[in-house]
């Protein structure tokens, strides 16, 4: 393998990394052979220089290829979808979207909804098909955003850690599951992600895609919406650099061969009336059941028509 201070010198100093030199990267990460420290440096590196497209791909790539990917019967293609948020305060939409996703039974006709193209009208069909599978391999809180792992801890005896194998019998049965990186899944983004909010590089767009991303390819998705915040309570403060960050998800996903959509959403109080894992969780249940803020519903019911045949690109 390369040995990382000459690769965290290349990216220090602006330069392009070579897929070959992202890939030791990730390995070190992984394996443990990298020290704390030279992973807090390429951390900084990528979040002061910046990657281009090309070293973004193949940091998601790199992350998603370092522990299994997940498979799924012949009868689930086209129907494993999932939906994810670069987070805010009182973001509880995961909870409630993923068993909402997976009673859906609407079957996409064509690409061309994907593609924005269809003047704004979905282009699906109700009709009995299986219902969707929604396979989430979410995350905790970053910076001062709540963490829909978190959320679900707060259930007494929930455990969000699941094999692929236990992951695929809860699909069977209930058809959504909502899980957290592993030894055995994602395991390079397990470190990064905490390694990222104790090293001021939570915001870093590269790093943000290839988080986000390299869990969704592990997950062998058919489809995929991201819910991208912008706002006093976001991440991204401006509609512009969350405009930005979008762009680079729906670029990277189409490249990993998953529709992939995106929708801007200002943040700026928090999403519903409850903040606090507990209270949130509460809150997602009446969403179910009908009720709950009218804010959260709405985005409850954008999100999920993206994720059942909506629109694809950014809006």
């Known amino acids: 393998p390369t040995p990382l201070p000459p690769l965290i010198r290349k990216k220090r100093d602006g330069e392009r990394l070579e897929d070959a030199e ?6 070190g990460v992984t394996e443990g052979t990298a020290q704390q420290g030279q992973i807090g ?6 979040r002061l ?12 790539q790199a992350m998603a290829s370092s522990g299994r990917t997940l498979a799924w019967p012949p009868a689930w293609h086209g129907l494993v979808v999932d939906k994810h948020s670069t987070g805010g305060v009182g973001d509880k939409v995961s909870l409630a979207l993923a068993p909402a996703l997976a009673a859906c039974g609407c079957k996409v006709r064509g690409p061309r909804g994907w593609r924005g193209d269809s003047g704004g009208v979905p282009e699906s069909l109700c009709s009995p098909v299986p219902p969707r599978q929604v396979p989430m391999i979410s995350g905790r809180g970053l910076g001062h955003t709540g963490g829909t792992l978190d959320k679900l801890e707060a259930i007494p005896g929930f455990r969000v850690s699941q094999s692929p194998e236990e992951m695929r019998h809860i699909l ?19 470190v990064l992600y905490g390694l990222r909010d104790v090293t001021a590089t939570v915001d870093s767009l590269p790093l943000i ?12 998705l058919s489809a995929l919406v991201l819910d991208v915040k912008f706002g006093g309570a976001a991440l991204y403060p401006t509609q512009e ?5 979008a762009q680079s998800l ?5 490249h990993l061969g998953i529709r992939t959509a995106a929708l801007l959403t200002r943040m700026e109080q928090p999403l519903g009336r409850a ?10 249940l009446e969403c179910l059941g009908g009720g709950g803020p009218p804010d959260l519903r709405h985005l409850v019911t954008a999100l999920g028509q993206c994720d059942t045949g909506g629109h694809g690109g950014t809006r």
């Open 22 to 27: 992202i890939q030791s990267f990730v390995r």
């Open 41 to 46: 440096a390429m951390l900084m590196a990528i």
């Open 49 to 60: 220089r910046g990657m281009d497209a090309g070293e973004t791909l193949a940091l998601t």
């Open 172 to 190: 069977e049965r209930v058809g959504c599951c909502i899980v957290g990186q592993s030894a055995e899944l994602v395991p390079a983004d397990r």
């Open 209 to 220: 895609t290839a988080s986000i991303l390299s869990k969704k390819a592990a997950e062998r």
């Open 241 to 245: 650099s969350a405009r930005e960050l």
């Open 250 to 254: 729906v670029e990277v996903g189409t």
């Open 275 to 284: 903040v606090g894992n507990a209270l949130e969780v509460l809150e997602a």
